[in-house]
């Protein structure tokens, strides 16, 4: 379970959000929305590990968070907005250098599953320099069928996907929910994920 009480974020002197508090239980997401800069991927980082709230608490599995804390770390993935490829390498290339990042090694059989679900096997041995901004966002979503993270923590997903990679994304993420994981998503669309299975939270 993860839960949150009173955070609370700050840029400088502006304070971006306050009094943020929310409970997740396992199969559940927080689908947060909000306007360009009120927070979003603020809150993304804090609930990953990788920054800190200026105020609030934060409780994983009931015990407390601690700042970059790596037992959080440990059960979270984080895919940022920026699909952050590398033109030179290839789909396949990319994903496995994604996977990795996060200590884990995929095995060619693997690595094509995973693209074969975002619909990249053609796509597999071209370099990411001719990819469209759709399919290179399939290649860093793709990451999510390599690997097994309890807390998905995802920034805007469904930019630059069509109507065929949104679906994907909605079935990818009610899998991930119907086996007992949780998932905060920062998005401006909507997934349609299973009825009761999210709450929504909006940063103003």
Same mark, same amino acid.
């Given at each position: 379970?993860?839960?949150?009480?009173?955070? $609370?974020?700050? *840029?400088?002197?502006?304070?971006?959000?306050?009094?943020?508090?929310?409970?997740?239980?396992?199969?559940? $997401?927080?689908?947060?929305?909000?306007?360009?800069?009120?927070?979003?991927?603020?809150?993304?980082?804090?609930? %990953? @590990?990788?920054?800190? $709230?200026?105020?609030?608490?934060?409780?994983?599995?009931?015990?407390?968070?601690?700042?970059?804390?790596?037992?959080?770390?440990?059960?979270?993935?984080?895919?940022?907005?920026?699909?952050?490829?590398?033109?030179?390498?290839?789909?396949?290339?990319?994903?496995?250098?994604?996977?990795?990042?996060?200590?884990?090694?995929?095995?060619?059989?693997?690595?094509?599953?995973?693209?074969?679900?975002?619909?990249?096997? &053609?796509?597999?041995?071209?370099?990411?320099?001719?990819?469209?901004?759709?399919?290179? &966002? &399939?290649?860093?979503?793709?990451?999510?069928?390599?690997?097994?993270?309890?807390?998905?923590?995802?920034?805007?997903?469904?930019?630059?996907?069509?109507?065929? @990679?949104?679906?994907?994304? *909605?079935?990818?993420? $009610?899998?991930?929910?119907?086996?007992?994981?949780?998932?905060?998503?920062?998005?401006? /669309?909507?997934?349609?994920?299973?009825?009761? %299975?999210? /709450?929504?939270? &909006?940063?103003?």
């Amino acid at each position: 379970m993860l839960q949150a009480h009173d955070l $609370a974020a700050c *840029r400088g002197e502006a304070t971006l959000f306050s009094g943020i508090g929310f409970s997740l239980a396992p199969g559940c $997401a927080l689908v947060v929305s909000g306007a360009n800069g009120s927070g979003k991927t603020t809150l993304l980082r804090i609930l %990953a @590990g990788v920054t800190h $709230a200026t105020q609030g608490t934060l409780a994983w599995r009931g015990a407390p968070v601690r700042p970059f804390e790596p037992g959080l770390r440990a059960e979270a993935l984080f895919i940022g907005h920026v699909p952050a490829l590398k033109d030179e390498l290839t789909a396949e290339e990319n994903l496995a250098s994604l996977t990795s990042l996060h200590g884990t090694r995929a095995e060619p059989v693997a690595l094509a599953a995973a693209l074969a679900v975002w619909t990249l096997t &053609r796509q597999r041995a071209l370099p990411a320099r001719v990819l469209s901004q759709g399919q290179r &966002r &399939r290649i860093g979503l793709a990451r999510l069928s390599l690997l097994t993270r309890t807390l998905w923590l995802l920034d805007e997903p469904a930019t630059a996907l069509d109507d065929a @990679g949104i679906a994907t994304l *909605r079935t990818v993420i $009610a899998t991930h929910l119907a086996g007992g994981g949780i998932a905060v998503i920062a998005t401006h /669309q909507d997934l349609g994920l299973p009825a009761g %299975a999210s /709450q929504p939270l &909006r940063l103003t």
